[in-house]
C-alpha cells in the first residue's frame, strides 16, 4: 500500500481529524483559538479505553475550558472519520485515474488490435484488446462516479442530536462549522442514521471490484498458456527465487487480495446500518477501522493495479496466435448469414472432428462489429466525464 | 412478503421478462412480431440446465428463425435482469413511500412531544418524538434516493460484446431495443462489467438497512419496560397463543429479518463483480438468484415496516414518565451554564448517590435545543424531495 | 439443483417438519395420538403472518387440545429446522460421496501422469494429475468432517426457556422427544444459543468452498488454450446454439455460482448469533431461509460438481505438451543441486532470452518429488476415512 | 485490545513466526543452526512488495546459503500464519476462560435468583437469571470447542506442492519439521486446500458470536428502564464528559463492535476458499491480514466482555421489581392447568384491559418450572468440558 494512504488512514491522521474538528468548533462559536499541545495519538487511544472512544481523552488532552463547547463524542469521530475520508479520497482517485487513463491509452492504441474474445473461459468469437481496455476504463469510471456522489458531512448535534447545548445557536454554529472544515451541511445531526457511511463502504467495494475485474483478466492472460500480457520485470518485480523463468501477476494478485478486503471492511459498514436510538452501543464503534481499512485496501488495491498496467508489456502476436488457434472454429457464427446456421454448424462439427481447420472460416479481423464503434463511445464519455 | 413482490421477481416474471426481451429485439430490428406460445417456466429451467441458463431452452421454444437473432443467452438475462427490477422497484418504491408518509406524519404530529434521548442505551437528555421520526424519514428518503439513481440499463452486445452478428446495424438496433424496453441504453454491453448490478444490490442494501434502523428504535421502544410504542394488535396481530397479554412487535421483527437476508443477498452481488472476459463461469450465474433476493426480501422488509409504522400506537404519557425516570439526572448538563460544569457534576452526583431527585433540574422540556427547527427542516427536505 | 434437493428444504418439507415435532411431542408426554388433517403449506405461510412465524398457524390447523402442550413456537420452529437439515443432508453427503469417490478414481489413475503445476497461474514445475486430484479429494473429506461434526439437537424450552409448563416432567420429555425424532439432546433449550445453527451454517460454506476449489481448476484446465480436460459434452452438455464447437464447462461455472450463494446465505447465520434475551425479535426469524438456501444451494454446488466430474474427459498428452510450452525453462529448480543456483539461473536466463530451448533440462517427469507417496497417503486417508 | 494480543497478532509477530520456520527447516534437515542478525519487519514488508509476499526479502536478509532449502515462500508464509495463530489462540482462550468462569459463578449465584424472560423484547414468563447466565456460559463453551477443534498444520510443499527439491527426504523432513515447530502433520502440503484456514476463521466468527450474545443481554439489561444490571463505573469507566449520571455499558459494546469486525474478516477467509491450481493470485495474499484481524478482534471482544462481567453489579430487587410490572399478566400461562386456556386468556384480557393486577396470578417463583435442574446440567457440562 502506498506509505501516503497508509499515513492519510492510519491513527495520527484520525487524531489529528479530530484537533481539527475541535478548532473548528471553538472557531464556529466564536471562542478563543485553541491551544493545541503535541499530542500522542498511542497514548490517546489508551486512555479513550474505558469510555468506549477516544474523544473525551481528547478533550481532557487540550486541557482548555471551551474545546468542545457543545459537542459529544460522536460528533468528534463522526466529523473525524469525514474528514479522514475526505483527505484520503483525492489519493485513492489519483491512483484511479491514473488506472483509468493507463486503460485509455490501452483502449486507443489497441483499438483496432484483434484479440480472442472468452466466454466461460473458451474462445468465443473475435474482439479487440481495445474493446476489452475499454470496458475495463468504462468501469473504472463508473465506479469513480460513485465515489465522486457520496456527500462528506459534517456532524454536530450535541449529547442527544438536539444542538440543546448550543442554546439559540445550534444551527448557525452547525452551519459555520460546516463551512470551516469544507464539509457538507448535513440536513439533521446523523448519529445513527448512517446512510452515507455505508455509502461510502458501498462505492468503495464497488471501486475495489472494478479494478479486480481488471486485475482478473490480467492474471487470466498473463498465464503462461496464453501469454497476451505480462507484467512489467523491472527491478525485480514478480520474479521467484527459485523459479527464475517466471513473471508473476503480483500487481494483480495483490489488487485481487485488496479488493478482498475491502469487501469485507465494506460489509460491516453494511451491517452497521442499524443502530439504536440517539447512539448506538456496538454499530457505531465498528464502524472506525472498517471504514479506515476500507479506504486503505482500496487505495492499495488501485495502486497495485495502476502499477501492474503502467508496466504492463502486450503482446499483440500471441493475441493473433490465440485466435487461430481452433482453425477458424472460432468463425463459425460469421458463416452463419452466407451458409444458414444448420450448414455452419455441420461444417464446423465436421473440422472439429476432423482436426482439419475450417477451410470456410474468413478471417477473424473481418467480423469484428462494432468493436472499434465502441472504444471510441468508451473514450469519448471518458473524456465527458472528466 | 407481499404477493404481489413475490410474484414481480419469482420465475413467472423472469420468464415474461426474456420473452420481452426477444419480442422486442425483433422489433428492434424490423423482424416479424413474434408469436410467442404459452411457455412453462418450471419447464424451462429445466431444460435450461445443460447450458447452464434458460436463455436457450426459451429460444427453442419460441420455435422462430427470427427469434434471438443478434443476441447471445446473457443478453437475454442480464436485459431481463434489469425489467424484473424496473418492474420490482416501483412497488418496493410504493413501500418506501408509504414508510416515509407515516414517519413524516409522526414527525409532524410530535414535533413537540417530548421523549429521552438514549446513547448507549442509556437515557441521556431530552430530545422528541417528533425529532427521532424526523432523522427515521431522512434515512428513508437518503435511501430512496440512492434507489432512484441506479441506471437500469438494457443489454446486448451479441456472443462476445461486439455487436457482430447485427453487422453494420448493431449500435442502432441496441439504442431501438434501449426505446422499446424503455431501459437506458448504455455505452457499451456490459456482459462482464457488473458496476451497476452491484450498484443496485448495494443501494438495496442500503435501503433495508434504513428500515431496519426504524424496526430496532421501535422494538426498544415496544419494551414492556419502555412502553412507548406498540406494534397494532388488530386481528390478533402480534398475539401470543400461549402469552394472551403480549403484544410482539411483529413487523419490526420481519422487518429486521428480511433486512439481514438482504445483507447476504447484495454480498453476493459486491462479491460477483470480477468477472472473467467476456462472460463469466460462475460469478455471472450467481446473479440471478441474489438479485431476486435482495428485491424481494427488500420489498418485504418495506411492507412489513409500513405495516407496523400504520398500525403504530404512540404513547407520550409513558414517554413522559420515562423522561422523569432518573429525577432529572438527565438534566445534569442543563444545569452547566448556570452552575460551572464541576458544580453541576457534583450535584449530579449527589443526587445520584442519594437517590433523591435533582431538585435543581430545570424542567425536560424546557432543553430541547434546535429539535423543532430540525424536525422542520426534515419535513421541508422531504417535502422538496417528492 | 436436484429435484429431491429443492424438495428436501422447500415448504413442504418444513411443514412435515413441524408436523412431526407435534406428533412427537404428544407420543413424548403420553398423549393421545395427533390427527393430523391435510394441512396446505401456503395457507400456513399466510395465516402465520400475523404472528410471526407459522407455528400458531400449525396448531389452529392441528385443531386438537392436546397438540402444542408445552412448547412454544421457537420450540416447533427449532426442532423443524433441524429435522429438515437431518433430512437433507444426507442427500448432499451422497453428492460429495460421488466426488470424492471420483476424486479418488481420478488420484488413483492419474497417479503418474505428468502435468505442470502452475503458482499465480504461471507455470512453476511439474506435478501430476492425481496430486492435484487427491489434493481436491482430501478438502472435499475436510469439508465432510466438519458438516458431520455439527450436533442436530432437539428443542424443548417453552416459552422462556424453563419448561415451565410441563411441572416436573420438562426434563423427562425432553429426552423423549429427541429419542422420539433422533434428534440430539442439548443440554439446555438453545432459543437464543444459536452457536449450532452457525456451525452449521459455516460447516456448509467450507463444504461449497472445497468444491468451488475444484471447479476453479477445471474450468481453467478447460480453457481453449491449456485444453487439459472437459466437461462431458452428452447430450447438449455445455452447449452454444451461437458456437457450435463451444464446450463449456457449465458444471464447473454452476458448483461455483451456488457456492457465492451458500457464502451469502451461511453469513445470514453467522451475523444472527446474537439473540436478544430469550426469544430474538429479528435474528431468529432471518434464519429459516438462510438455512434451507444454504443447505439447498450446497446440495446443488455438489450435483453440479458430480456431474461435472463423472463426465470429465482429461487429456494427458495435453498435459504433457503444456509441460514443455516453456522448453524445460521449469525445470531450472532441478539444475541448482548440478549447477548451483546461479548457474542455473544463468542458463536459465540466457535461454528465456534466446528462445531456444534449456538444453540442460532434464526430463520434467524425472523431477516429481515425492507426488506419488503423496498421493498415497491421501488415498489411505480417504479409505480410512469411509 | 489487549497489549499482548495486538503484539502477538502485529507484524513483528509474523516477522518472527517466519523466522522460526526457516530455523526449525534448517533443523529438520540437519544442516548448520541458522544464524539469525536482527531484522525489521517494516523493512521486510517494504522490500518484499515487488514478489507480492515478504518471504523472498527475509530470505534476502538471512543471507544464508542453506536458508529456505526445500521450501517455497508459501511454505514460509503459511506456517507462519498457524503458528501466529497457535500463539495468540492461548491468549484469546485465557479470556474466554475468564468469561466462562465468571458466566458460570453468576449462574452459580444466581441459580433462584427470578427475573423475568423476555421473547421479542416483551416480558414473557419467569426464569432465573442464573439460567439466563447458564445459557452464556453453554455457548462459550460450545464455541471454545469449535476453537478447540481446529487442526494447525505445518505447511511445506516446495514450489509445487511435490517436495521436489527436498529430493527421497521430502517426507521425512515434513515429519520432523512439523514436530520442530509443534505443529500437526498434514496428509498433503495445502497451498490451495485452505479448509483449515476457513474453519479457523469460522470458530473465530462464532466464538465473537458467542460473546456478542451476552454483550447484547447486557446492555439490554442495562438499559436505564430496566436496570438489572450495571458495568463496573470503576475509574471512570463509562463515563461521559457532558453526562455525569451515565453508567455506559461500555465493554458490551465494545465487545460488539469487535464482533462485526472479525464477521468481516472472517467473511474474507470463507471467501478465499477457492484458491487457483497450485498457488492463488490474490485470494491467498488476502488471508494475512483477514487472519490477523480475526484473531486480535476475537481476542479484543474477549477480554472486552471479561472485564465487564467481572466488574458487573447485578440488581436483584430490579429483577424483581420488573417482574411485577405488568401485575401478574405474565402469569397467564400458569393459570392455564388450573382455570383452562380460555378462562385464563378471559381474564388475562380483563385485568390487561382494565389495568388492575391480575389477582388470580400465583407468585412468578412458584413457575419456574426446571430453570434450577438446567442450570446445573449446564455446570456440569461446564466442570466435565475442563
Same mark, same amino acid.
Request: net charge negative; hydrophobic share 45%; aromatic share 2%.
Given at each position: 500500500m502506498p506509505p501516503q494512504i497508509a499515513a492519510a488512514t492510519g491513527d495520527g491522521a484520525w487524531l489529528q481529524a479530530m484537533v481539527d474538528f475541535e478548532v473548528a468548533l471553538a472557531r464556529a462559536q466564536g471562542l478563543p483559538e485553541l491551544d493545541v499541545p503535541p499530542i500522542d495519538p498511542v497514548e490517546i487511544a489508551r486512555a479513550g479505553r474505558p469510555s468506549g472512544n477516544p474523544a473525551a481523552a481528547l478533550v481532557a488532552a487540550l486541557d482548555s475550558p471551551d474545546a468542545h463547547r457543545g459537542a459529544t463524542s460522536q460528533d468528534v469521530m463522526d466529523t473525524a472519520a469525514m474528514l479522514v475520508a475526505r483527505r484520503t479520497l483525492p489519493l485513492i482517485h489519483a491512483e484511479l485515474a491514473g488506472v483509468a487513463a493507463t486503460c485509455a491509452a490501452l483502449a486507443r492504441e489497441h483499438r483496432d488490435t484483434p484479440m480472442v474474445a472468452r466466454t466461460l473461459l473458451q474462445q468465443a468469437l473475435p474482439t479487440t484488446f481495445g474493446l476489452k481496455a475499454a470496458g475495463w476504463l468504462l468501469g473504472i469510471d463508473e465506479a469513480r462516479g460513485l465515489l465522486t456522489a457520496v456527500p462528506l458531512q459534517v456532524e454536530l448535534g450535541g449529547a442527544a442530536g438536539t444542538l440543546a447545548a448550543l442554546g439559540e445557536d445550534g444551527l448557525a454554529v452547525l452551519g459555520r462549522l460546516a463551512a470551516e472544515l469544507e464539509l457538507e451541511e448535513p440536513v439533521l /445531526?446523523?448519529?445513527?442514521?448512517?446512510?452515507?457511511?455505508?455509502?461510502?463502504?458501498?462505492?468503495?467495494?464497488?471501486?475495489?471490484?472494478?479494478?479486480?475485474?481488471?486485475?482478473?483478466?490480467?492474471?487470466?492472460? @498473463?498465464?503462461?498458456?496464453?501469454?497476451?500480457?505480462?507484467?512489467?520485470?523491472?527491478?525485480?518485480?514478480?520474479?521467484?527465487?527459485?523459479?527464475p523463468h517466471k513473471r508473476n501477476p503480483v500487481g494483480s494478485a495483490l489488487t485481487i487480495a485488496c479488493a478482498a478486503g475491502v469487501r469485507g471492511a465494506a460489509s460491516v459498514l453494511t451491517g452497521a446500518l442499524a443502530q439504536e436510538h440517539e447512539r448506538a452501543a456496538g454499530a457505531w464503534q465498528a464502524e472506525w477501522e472498517a471504514l479506515s481499512r476500507a479506504l486503505a485496501l482500496t487505495g492499495g488495491a488501485a495502486a497495485s493495479l495502476r502499477e501492474a498496467l503502467e508496466g504492463l508489456e502486450v503482446f499483440p502476436e500471441r493475441m493473433r496466435a490465440n485466435l487461430d488457434l481452433t482453425g477458424g472454429l472460432i468463425m463459425t457464427e460469421a458463416l452463419v448469414p452466407r451458409l444458414g446456421r444448420a450448414e455452419a454448424k455441420r461444417v464446423a462439427e465436421e473440422a472439429a472432428r476432423s482436426g482439419q481447420p475450417l477451410r470456410?472460416? /474468413?478471417? /477473424?479481423?473481418?467480423?469484428?462489429?462494432? @468493436?472499434?464503434?465502441?472504444?471510441?463511445?468508451?473514450?469519448?464519455?471518458?473524456e465527458e466525464g472528466r
Open positions: /445531526p446523523w448519529h445513527t442514521r448512517r446512510v452515507r457511511v455505508a455509502q461510502l463502504g458501498g462505492a468503495l467495494a464497488i471501486a475495489a471490484g472494478a479494478l479486480e475485474k481488471i486485475a482478473l483478466d490480467l492474471k487470466l492472460m @498473463a498465464q503462461t498458456e496464453v501469454g497476451e500480457v505480462a507484467e512489467s520485470a523491472e527491478g525485480g518485480r514478480g520474479g521467484s527465487s527459485t523459479l470456410e472460416a /474468413p478471417d /477473424p479481423t473481418t467480423y469484428l462489429g462494432s @468493436a472499434g464503434a465502441l472504444v471510441d463511445r468508451a473514450l469519448k464519455a471518458h
